[in-house]
Structures are given as structure tokens and as C-alpha cells.
């Protein structure tokens, strides 16, 4: 019989959300602009030249349409930047802009008594106490 969060999926996606948690409450404690989980995942994925919404849908695996709304509800916020393509007449290219790339160039690893940052023990002792590794 199997114990909660002991199969590596589990683990996996246990990490990733306590990850997601700590990087979100680090930029709200920074005052920098709050993001969802899923437009953080659009930072996670933009090369830095730029990246066309086709691309950055296929590496987050989502549809065209979801990559749109994400990456453009992060231009509207000026975190990204849409930027036409020089490789394509029509094409446009999405790239973050000084406020976003602070925000991805600098993340701050909240304390550990932060109250976002809590694994389960079995995380924790896998990835090491909050705020490390």
C-alpha cells in the first residue's frame, strides 16, 4: 500500500508546487506585479531573444490560445513584450521586458518560516529545508 507522497510523480509535482509557492510569495514580498502559476510558467519558457506564442505553447504544452491569453495578460501588465519577428515578415515575437526580466533575474528565497513554505517532510527531505538547494 502506498503512503501519500512517496511515488515520484507525487514528489515531482509536490516540489514544483512548493517551488511555485515560495518564487510567488517572493515577488510579493518584493512588491513586485503578482503573476499566476501558469504566466510564471511562461517566463520558465521564453528564450531571450524572444519566443513566437507557437514555440511557447509547444514547450508548455498547452494550446496556442491558452499561451496567447497567458503571455499576453503579461504584456498588458508590462512584464512582457510583443516584438515583431526579424526572422518573419508576419510573425511576432513575445520577450520580457526590464520590469519582467527583474523579476526572473533576481528571485529572492523567502525565510523559512514563510508560511507558503512548507513541504511535506518527505519533500523536504528530499529537496532540502526551505529556501535552499
Keep these: 500500500m502506498s503512503h501519500r507522497g512517496t511515488n515520484p510523480p507525487q514528489l515531482f509535482s509536490e516540489a514544483r508546487r512548493w517551488f511555485e509557492d ?11 506585479q503578482p503573476v499566476t502559476t501558469a504566466q510564471a510558467s511562461v517566463f520558465a519558457m521564453l528564450d531571450t531573444d524572444g519566443t513566437t506564442v507557437s514555440d511557447l505553447a509547444r514547450r508548455m504544452g498547452v494550446t496556442r490560445q491558452t499561451a496567447h491569453q497567458a503571455a499576453h495578460a503579461l504584456v498588458g501588465v508590462g512584464l512582457l513584450e510583443q516584438v515583431p519577428d526579424p526572422q518573419s515578415a508576419r510573425g511576432r515575437l513575445i520577450r520580457g521586458t526590464a520590469g519582467g526580466s527583474a523579476c526572473t533575474n533576481a528571485p529572492r528565497p523567502p525565510s523559512p518560516s514563510s508560511s507558503r513554505c512548507s513541504p511535506n517532510a518527505s519533500v523536504r527531505r528530499r529537496s532540502g529545508p526551505c529556501g535552499t538547494d
Design 22 to 32: 515560495a518564487l510567488l510569495a517572493s515577488m510579493e514580498a518584493a512588491g513586485e
